[in-house]
């Protein structure tokens, strides 16, 4: 017959699982490594120092590939369309360590398309707002929350820091700072009522965007506490403006994992905004086929 452990030997017996974890942690680690050559190229290319953009872009070896993926896309539209400067956006800066790799991601994608790249921020500077309602998920995030531990305009190195309410700046924001057409927008606003205003930049003129501009959004997935659904959160105010805009709509990108060497989480989550009323949304873009030679008429 088994006996039970004491007391005393169950905490000793817990105390050797802890201890033991990260060495098990190490060991699943390497066998996932050694079980998939994609994941083993990334290992190498996180620490090589020669790797191009695009190698690392390709199997996510860059910090924050989601920008990456976002920005560079973005760019390419930008240059097949002979634009030669684009803007990208987070919304949400916090302690900017998001906001400075997405300046350290624009200096890599110009020197790989020669598309400029300026980078704006939008925050509070002072925490999350207090929740307007349940559709903030007020049961996941509160006042204050993310509060910067800096100061945000100092911390970014060569981005503009708009400070203040999404209700009141993002109005003013094409006015004031006469944008080049924006290509790619982070929204990391948590709350339903911040993404609905921050949302407005894509109701501004189409001189002010791309035909298509790429977007993540942050907070569609989240832990099991989240429980993110299309009638709260982001995914309602992304509902609200597909339903108010005839000629724009944000949609995701199907299929995105399919796509990449490595699926990850983020490919679930990024977003395109079609300005079908744009000049240029149907202009022929595709770099995979030539545009075929006009046909011309025998004499």
């Known amino acids: 017959m088994r006996l039970a452990r004491s007391g005393s030997q169950s905490r000793l017996d817990d105390q050797t699982m802890q201890k033991a974890e990260p060495k098990l942690s190490l060991i699943a680690r390497a066998i996932r490594l050694a079980a998939n050559p994609d994941l083993r190229k990334r290992a190498m290319l996180k620490r090589s120092t020669s790797a191009s953009f695009i190698e690392r872009l390709e199997y996510d070896a860059l910090s ?23 803007s990208v956006i987070e919304f949400g800066v916090a302690g900017a360590a998001g906001l400075v790799q997405l300046e350290i991601i624009s200096e890599l994608v110009k020197a790989e398309t020669g598309v400029s790249v300026t980078t704006f921020g939008f925050d509070t500077a002072g925490g999350m707002p207090a929740p307007v309602d349940h559709r903030d998920m007020p049961y996941v995030w509160t006042t204050g929350l993310f509060s910067p531990h800096r100061d945000i305009v100092k911390a970014a190195h060569r981005s503009t820091v708009i400070v203040g309410d999404v209700r009141d700046t993002v109005p003013r924001f094409c006015a004031e700072h006469n944008p080049p057409p924006i290509g790619f927008v ?5 709350y339903y009522s911040s993404t609905a205003a921050a949302l407005k930049i894509f109701s501004e003129d189409h001189r002010f965007l791309l035909p298509r501009v790429f977007c993540y959004l942050d907070d569609c997935i989240g832990d099991d506490h989240e429980l993110h659904s299309e009638f709260t959160g982001e995914l309602l105010a992304l509902g609200e403006f597909n339903t108010a805009h005839s000629s724009r709509k944000v949609a995701p990108i199907f299929g995105l994992r399919h796509k990449r060497k490595i699926p990850a989480p983020w490919n679930d989550v990024m977003f395109v905004l079609h300005c079908f009323d744009h000049p240029h949304y149907s202009t022929y873009t595709n770099p995979r086929w030539p545009k075929p030679a006009p046909l011309t008429r025998p004499a």
């Open 186 to 190: 982070a929204h990391d606003l948590d």
């Open 64 to 86: 924050r590939p989601h920008y990456a993926y976002g920005v560079y896309n973005a760019a390419l539209q930008a240059r097949s369309l002979g634009i030669d400067r684009i």
